[in-house]
Every structure is written in C-alpha cells, then in structure tokens.
C-alpha cells in the first residue's frame, strides 16, 4: 500500500463514545492509532465520566461543546450513535477515519494485525473505478489490474471519496436477521476491495468508514433518527440515511466509493430480541428509502456536496415528507446541516 | 452448496477444443466431469486429429457437423474460441459450463480442489440480487446474510442466469498489459461471489462461466470477430461482446449475473508480444462497444433473449454500423445467430 502521499497530520480518527469506559478500545487500537490525531466525542445522553488512556494525542467534546457550536437548532440531534457526526464538522483534516466503540481490530487469514487505517487510507488515496466493473476486484492493488476487455480511457479511476470496511465476528445484520440467527457470526475473510458502480446503491454502514472530508464531508450526516432509536447498531438508521446520500452524491459528482477491506472485529452487545420492537420502523422505512435514492436525479446546477445535500433535501420533503413527519424531519436536518457545516467550516481552525 | 434440485443430466459441460492433444486436460478434469455428459466442439481450423481420453461420457462435434447445421451462412464464423458456441446451440440441457482447454482446476486457499462445476450450478441455483448490493457479498452463502438496511422486499431476489469465474496464475488481462508485466501472475484468491449490479457493464471473460441456456443461451454469440484474431484469449474479443450482450439482457428481464467464486488454474501460453499488433484492435473497439452497451435500452415488446438479441442487432447496426464495418458484421450475425437457434432448438433431440 503506497500512502507516500498523505501526512498523518491530514487524518482526523473520530470515535463516537457511547461507552464511558474506552479504556480497552483505546488500549486495543492503541498501534494503530496513537500516530494519528483523535476526536472523541461523547454521546450528550450519556452520564459517566469517560476513562480514556494516557498516551494519545486527543481533543474530547462533550455536550456543552455540542450546545455552544450548534446553539438552538432543534433539527439536529447528535445523541447515540450520531454523536460522531459531531467529529465531523468540527474537524479541519482532509480525511476522516471512523469506527465504532465496540469493535476492535481484526486479523488476517494469515493471523496478522490488521492495519484498519492503514488500509482506509489505501483505498482513499488509490482512484476508484464506479463506471465499469473490474472482475479481478481492485486493479490497483499489487499483483492485480484490469481485466481483458476494461477500456483503457476509464483505467485512470476517479477519485475515491468514500472507503467502506467490514467487520468479523458480529456482522452488521438487522434486529430481525440477528434475532432469527443468534449464533451466527461472520468469519468470511474476503480479502478484496471493489468499487461499487455509479448508481447501484448499497447499505453503507457507519460501522467502520473513512472519507475525504473535504470531498464529501457535508454529507456524511445525521439526518433520519428513528422515534425508538437507542444505541445499539440494529435499532439505528442514521448511516443508512447518509450512505445512501453520500452515495447519490459520488454519483452524480463523479467520485467513487469502494466496498470491502478493511475488517474490524465487532464484539458482540445487546440483544437483537429486545431490540426487535424498535427495529421494525426502520425496516418499513427502508422500503421507501431505497427506491427514493435509486431514482432521485441532481441537477447539473448541484456542484458541490453542500448543493447537492440542499437539493436532495427539497426533494425528500416533496416526495417522501407526505408519508411520513420522520422525513420531512430527516430534510430539515439536511438543510440545518449544510448551514452548519458552512458556518463551522469557516473558522480557520478547529474549536 | 446446496445443489439438491439439480441433476447432473440438466447440465452439459461444452469445450471448445483448440489444441488436439486434451488428454491432460481431460485427465486433470476427470474428478468433476466424469458425471456430466461432454460436448466437445472441434475448432474447424484445427487440421489434427483430437486425442481424448476414454472414460468420458461426450459428444464431439467437428466442420462437418457444423457446416451441415449452419450451412451456407457466411455471417457467423465458428473457427478458434468461437466453436464452443456451436456447443451451445446443440446443446438440450438448461445448464452449460463452458471452460477454456488452458485451464484446469484450481485449489482453494487451503489447498483443496476447487469443484468449478459444482460451484456454477450453486450461483446458478441461488438468486441473484442485481437492485441492491450487498456488503458481505453473496447472502445465501452458508453464514452470510444481508446486512442491515437492506430492504426486505429484495431480499428473495431474482434468477441468476450467469455465472462468470475467475482465473488463477495467468488473469485475464490484455495483451499491452500481459507484455507491459509479462511476470505478473493473479494469486489472490477471493473467496466471494457476487452480484454485479443492474446497468453495471463489466468485462465478462468466456474462459470459465456457466449459465442459462433457457433463459439467456441465444445472447451467448458469436458476434464479433476481430479481423486478425488468433487462438489465444488476448486477441479475441468474442466473449467481451457476448458478456456485454447478455449483461444487457440481464438487466432488461430482471435476472441476475453473479462473478468471483469458482476460480480455474491458468496455464501460460502464447507471446503476449507477439499478440500485441492484432489486441490494439481490440483495445480501440472497446472505446466504442462499452459506451453503446452502457447507454443501450430495449423495449418493453422485448420479452424474450431473442427478441432483445435483434432489437440490439438494428441499433447495433444503426448506431456502431457507421463507424466500422466488423460493426455491420456483428449486427449480422446476431440476427442470423437467432434464426440458427430457433432453426436448431426447435429439433427435438440433439444432433
């Protein structure tokens, strides 16, 4: 993996702190993170004091930070797992890596220590290829290339805006799949990485992401929060929401995203049974969402993520706010979102 | 895999023979061929005798059938990789498993013999989900799932009709890449099958696929054919139109084309160098195949392979025919290839 190009100073590493105690996360991540700076940003709903470890470099924001950045505004609510978005505006590095409080970091088929950042960073910074697929996965990883038959004006890629990692053990099923399965856990070591093809749409996960902030970092936001939704994976939709923005967004901007390596190991928490009430919401929403977002078309007026968030925004109202007031708040969240970035994002540096 | 509901009797294995000598090949293949009938089709440019080993339960085809079934039609040409088509249209199963005469069985990561046949009929047998990609690949996998915030109403998915493998040791590349890295040799082995998604086009390889044959057999053609094409993959361009055809098929009838698992073992031949004259043929067609089939759209009267096969003949004609005559032979030989195969299938019994 050549990252010849990026300095660490370019990444910020945010973690949404729903857990008061960090203490083996941070411990766990500890080789693979301590090179980079930290944003930990604690969920305003929880009570504790965090415990965090010496020996990382680190700005930690809790709900007075949130309060003062983002004052009145009732749209946005950065409680549970949304909190993380919160890292994400107020972030000033060219590139973010994500990952969730439970997951630690994964070994290889061969028993190594997987690099998870390492590999992010591979994918950002290696051009993807959204407008024909590469059967041999990843050209431009050592020892592969294009295929036969890949026309060659479309082997320079685009640029990759968005990475998206996997995780082991605890798979990202739903409430309903995990409950219906409860033993099953994903051992499945894919070692690939793809492009997934401008306009085929996927359920990107905020398990385990990185993305070129100044690319696409307006949309990365939490826009749909459910009525039951607490803070377990299963009972969420916000990721959902914003991976399929994000995704229109790449689409209609000509970027890419890929899909794939790296892996997290996600250790197991909750119970998808308890969680089964909530979850149906979200499951019946995603019935609307998804061929919303498959048919939604940008204007070429719409050039940058910010235009694109606000036109999406207006159509959400019209087309899905009548079904349901969780849309119509989902699009002013939208709206309020871009203010806020422009508004964050103008400082010349961070809180 | 479960593979319960299907016979071997519902499958043939078709070969094209390129080299006589098949005694090794067959030899290596026996463990998975032996329980399937064979159809052997005789590249008519090939002078010398065909040499197979006993044990088999096959058919061979040669010039003199093949000329009595096509007759005097000038429009399709069945000489080097292209005879296999010709096994195609005789044959009466619903599953053919066609794979180069280079190739021989790969091992898996663990060192086991991959069986490339049983693992074609399980993505033939197990839906396909071309609306919605999802992250942990193929779902029906034992241990695989659909993860969470993919939409329940896609989830039993549609018929799989294509089934593409890909190639250990020597890939598929192009002849400019093979002579730019003659060394480069594919070793990863990614233990994945796929969907690609609708109106995605990839570079669908004939070395090692199956599919179909009732549902999408007539888009397996031989259409296109390069003017100084030779026996050796990276100066054919049959498959790569053929892949692009049936794709467009896929997607117009709602089924699925899945690629990745079964691998072969590739065994190096020819000079990449040599070849290097006759590809950059190829290499610049491509230019033009790959926007025309990306943006091609068929009518809803279209409810057949067939009837998609010739409306993609007129616009073929219509719209690549203009910029290159061995566009106007293409387009030919589609049309002529539905006749043969409606002339050919309406016989009750093979040859």
């Known amino acids: 993996m050549s990252l010849a190009n990026i300095k660490d100073s370019e990444v910020d590493i945010v973690i949404g702190a729903l857990h008061s105690d960090l203490t083996s996360f941070m411990n766990e991540w500890r080789p693979i993170f301590s090179r980079f700076h930290l944003i930990i940003v604690k969920d305003p709903d929880l009570k504790e004091e965090l415990r965090i470890p010496e020996g990382f470099n680190l700005d930690v924001y809790s709900k007075s930070h949130i309060d003062q950045v983002v004052g009145s505004s009732s749209s946005i609510v950065f409680s549970g797992y949304s909190c993380r978005y919160f890292g994400f505006l107020v972030s000033r590095k060219k590139y973010i890596v994500s990952i969730d409080d439970d997951c630690i970091p994964a070994k290889d088929s061969k028993g190594f220590l997987i690099d998870a950042v390492a590999q992010h960073l591979a994918n950002l910074t290696t051009p993807a290829t959204p407008f024909f697929f590469n059967t041999l996965y990843d050209p431009y ?28 053990n605890l798979a990202d099923l739903d409430a309903p ?6 033993g099953q856990r994903n051992s499945q070591y894919v ?24 690319a696409v970092g307006p949309a990365l936001l939490p826009a749909l929060k459910l009525a039951g939704e607490g803070n377990l ?40 049974i308890e969680s089964l009430k909530k979850e149906w919401e979200g499951v019946k929403l995603t019935e609307e969402i998804v061929p919303f977002f498959q048919l939604v078309r940008l204007p070429q007026t719409a050039a940058t993520t910010e235009d694109c968030i606000l036109e999406m925004a207006t ?6 706010g009548p079904s349901n007031p969780v849309f119509t708040r989902a699009a002013e969240a939208m709206v309020e979102w871009v203010k806020l970035w422009k508004a964050v994002g103008s400082g010349s540096s961070p809180l």
């Open 141 to 168: 990883r050592e020892g592969a290339d294009f295929v036969r038959g890949y026309p060659f004006s479309l082997r320079s890629g685009v640029t990759c805006a968005l990475s998206c990692g996997l995780w082991l």
């Open 177 to 182: 799949t995990q409950a219906l399965k409860p």
């Open 191 to 214: 070692d690939a990485v793809m492009t997934i093809p401008s306009r085929a749409m996927m359920p990107i996960s905020g398990i385990n992401i990185a993305f070129d902030r100044e």
């Open 233 to 272: 994976r299963w009972e969420t939709m916000e990721d959902i929401w914003s991976g399929m923005c994000v995704k229109v967004v790449c689409d209609h901007l000509g970027l890419g995203v890929k899909s794939g390596l790296p892996y997290v190991w996600r250790n197991d928490r909750g119970s998808a």
């Open 315 to 320: 159509t959400v109202k019209q087309q899905l």
